[in-house]
């Protein structure tokens, strides 16, 4: 069992810059973990991931703008994401996986740990 919490939404301007953090409660060494992002009326959207070895992946939406980051030694999953664009507004959720798996995913389907989210705004 994984309990993943999320910290670091908030409301920001077009252009502007926040940094996520999701806190597990068990070691992150080996885990294949992601944020994923919902907007109202969307399908919940995958936008950052990395794989057991922490090789990272984005789809193009985020690419260049978003990374995402793993602490083994603090168990701390980060998402900075910078040149924020309205269309970045959403609940934000951290997700992690179970076993080992080469190579990222952006499926929610392959996730089994989730977190309660925390709300991202950009503003024009």
């Known amino acids: 069992q994984v309990q993943l919490r999320e910290s670091g939404g908030g409301s920001v301007q077009a252009g502007g810059s926040l940094r996520l953090s999701c806190t597990a409660s068990a070691y992150t060494y080996g885990l294949y973990m992601a944020w994923f992002r919902q907007a109202p009326g969307k399908k919940r959207e995958g936008i950052a991931a990395?794989?057991?070895?922490?090789?990272?992946g984005y789809p193009d939406s985020v690419k260049g703008r978003f990374t995402i980051s793993k602490d083994n030694a603090k168990n701390i999953l980060s998402l900075q994401m910078n040149a924020l664009k309205p269309e970045d507004t959403g609940m934000y959720y951290c997700?992690?996986?179970?076993?080992?798996?080469?190579?990222?995913?952006?499926?929610?389907?392959?996730?089994?740990?989730w977190g309660q989210g925390t709300q991202v705004t950009v503003s024009s």
């Open positions: 997700a992690a996986g179970y076993g080992w798996r080469a190579g990222y995913t952006l499926s929610d389907y392959d996730y089994k740990f």
């Open positions: 990395v794989d057991s070895v922490d090789r990272p």
